[in-house]
């Protein structure tokens, strides 16, 4: 069993001993810091190379949406942390509701907090999280696996696929299995790590990376954004009614207390107050023109100003 196991990793690039690093117990501090900065620099050099596999994601993740589909996360140890993390920024940071984004890690929560390495030997466990959130053939699945080759991942790939979901396999090394079971591959090679098979570095910072990008651009093609700022967020702490106040100054060009003004009438939604100040028309105008332009403030600003120059020439 072993024999087998270890033939199998000594092929993974991310289990591949980093001949950079071979002295760095013996280093200073500093020394030590600079081989890890080092090794970093590569990670988003990595990532690049994949943009056009992490597009056809992102392509898929808004088809989803639209269609009322999930995008689901699953993976174990430090791959699992990630797609929570990943998920739980979703609402607070784009107004979406909980269950849009979903993320399952081998062991459940606990898993979350102390290591429950073995939960991820089992592919049966895979299948039965999903099943669990009742998956469905509108809902995207994205298994991570650093190496590749994690069964937990591979049982949910393979029913995900069954169920007719679109299916995306998250990797760092070209041979990974997890790939096989995936319609989309996203295989950044960032090589070897720091420390031998500490994944949970270079590997770790490439998957947050692309992690980072489906959510981000698939939430930007879903009306998100008003040029670079993020007018769906939830004003839920004061950190966060501070920073729509900046929102709506910086897109309107109001004074603080005009946008505090008009953020009171319009419950906190720094979109709708921006549309409210930019377009002249009271909350419930504003609210019906941008359901109308299905949430981009951008088009319904457009369509409002269209139809002023419309009623203008008659």
Same mark, same amino acid.
């Given at each position: ?192 790590? !720091? &420390?031998? $098979?500490?994944?949970?570095?270079? %590997?770790?910072? *490439? ?6 990008? #489906?959510?981000? =651009? ?58 409210? !100040? &930019?377009? $002249?028309?009271?909350?419930?105008? %504003?609210?019906? *023109? ?6 981009? #403030?951008?088009? =319904? ?14």
């Amino acid at each position: 069993m072993y024999r087998d196991l270890i033939q199998e990793l000594s092929r993974l690039t991310s289990e591949a001993s980093n001949p950079d690093t071979r002295d760095i117990d013996l280093l200073p501090t500093e020394a030590i810091l600079e081989k890890i900065n080092t090794a970093d620099r590569e990670v988003p050099l990595a990532v690049h190379r994949v943009l056009p596999q992490i597009a056809q994601a992102v392509d898929a993740i808004v088809d989803a949406f639209k269609k009322g589909g999930r995008l689901v996360y699953m993976g174990a140890g430090t791959s699992g942390r990630l797609g929570i993390l990943d998920a739980a920024e979703c609402p607070p940071t784009y107004g979406v509701e909980e269950g849009m984004v979903v993320a399952l890690i081998a062991g459940g929560e606990q898993a979350v907090y102390r290591a429950q390495e073995g939960a991820e030997d089992n592919p049966a466990l895979g299948e039965r999280d999903l099943k669990g959130i009742d998956l469905s053939s509108k809902d995207v699945v994205v298994g991570i696996a650093a190496s590749g080759r994690t069964p937990y991942v591979i049982g949910g790939l393979r029913y995900a696929r069954e169920t007719g979901c679109t299916t995306v396999a998250l990797s760092c090394n070209a041979t990974a299995a997890i790939a096989e079971e995936a319609d989309i591959k996203i295989l950044p090679q960032v090589g070897p790590e !720091i &420390l031998t $098979g500490s994944t949970r570095m270079k %590997a770790g910072t *490439a998957q947050k990376l692309v992690l980072n990008m #489906l959510t981000t =651009a698939s939430m930007i093609r879903l009306g998100k954004s008003f040029y670079n700022l993020m007018v769906d967020v939830k004003a839920t702490n004061a950190k966060l009614r501070g920073r729509t106040r900046r929102i709506v100054m910086e897109a309107t060009g109001v004074s603080l207390e005009e946008a505090d003004r008009v953020l009171n009438q319009c419950d906190h939604n720094a979109k709708l107050a921006i549309m409210v !100040i &930019l377009s $002249g028309l009271d909350s419930s105008a %504003a609210e019906a *023109a941008l359901e109308q332009a299905n949430g981009f #403030l951008r088009l =319904a600003l457009q369509q409002v100003e269209g139809s002023k120059r419309s009623v203008a020439k008659r």
